[in-house]
């Protein structure tokens, strides 16, 4: 079975500073991807990021970046230029094979971005 | 133009009702699911259709019963509620066996029974 942990339960970051959020994954399949969800107090879930795990290269969007650790199964979020706007709970998801059905998420962390 | 949208948004009901859940995508995707979050954010799949058939359920109890008229609807229909259905229940949809299998959210349905 896939599990996702995400070790750190909250955060808080000064406006305009730099946070890594913490996942770490276990799973024996080969090919699979990795999501970093944002949930606002408004509750949408929102994608903020994505990586295939055949992919070597860490995704970026924008001031959001991903450091994928293949062989240590980790798979964190780094956040530059915190925002105001980026206070959210935030997932680490999981979904593997042909279909890529079914998500699996991690616990979540709420980030606090500080003014 | 709403993706996903899921009906109503908010559900405030009595133990041992009968209640259902709407969700719609125009997206045009084949397989849409259903997920709970718990009181502590926990978010867990319950189901999932492609093509209006079954093909994911995860150990939901059986008053749980959704239904697909066709892939763009999936609803959740939940007899003799209970205090432990009190919760967010999201709907997403995706288009299955394209890459990169990113997921969309509709806005949530937070049932409260009372």
């Known amino acids: 079975a896939q599990t996702v942990t995400q070790s750190q339960p909250e955060m808080s970051v000064q406006e305009a500073e730099t946070v890594t959020l913490s996942c770490t994954y276990d799973?024996?399949?080969?090919?699979?991807?990795l999501f970093w969800y944002k949930q606002p107090p408004s509750r949408q879930m929102i994608l903020v990021i994505r990586q295939e795990a055949y992919k070597q290269q860490n995704a970026t969007e924008n001031r959001f970046s991903v450091n994928f650790q293949k062989a240590a199964k980790s798979f964190s979020l780094k956040i530059s230029d915190s925002q105001l706007g980026d206070t959210a709970m935030y997932f680490c998801a999981f979904a593997w094979g042909s279909s890529g059905d079914k998500l699996t998420f991690g616990t979540g962390t709420r980030l606090a971005v500080r003014p | 133009d709403t993706a996903v949208s899921q009906t109503p948004k908010y559900l405030v009901t009595q133990m041992g009702n009968d209640k259902s859940i709407k969700c719609e995508q125009n997206?045009?995707?084949?397989?849409m699911y259903w997920y709970k979050q718990d009181s502590k954010k926990f978010l867990k799949i319950m189901f999932s259709y492609n093509n209006k058939e079954l093909i994911i359920n995860e150990t939901v109890p059986n008053r749980f019963s959704p239904k697909s008229p066709d892939k763009a609807h999936l609803n959740l229909h939940i007899n003799s509620l209970e205090l432990g259905d009190s919760a967010v229940y999201f709907c997403?949809?995706?288009?299955?066996?394209?890459?990169?299998?990113?997921?969309?959210f509709g806005p949530g349905t937070r049932l409260t029974v009372t």
């Open positions: 997403a949809s995706s288009q299955a066996r394209s890459l990169p299998y990113e997921q969309y």
């Open positions: 997206l045009g995707h084949d397989t």
């Open positions: 799973t024996s399949e080969s090919n699979y991807y």
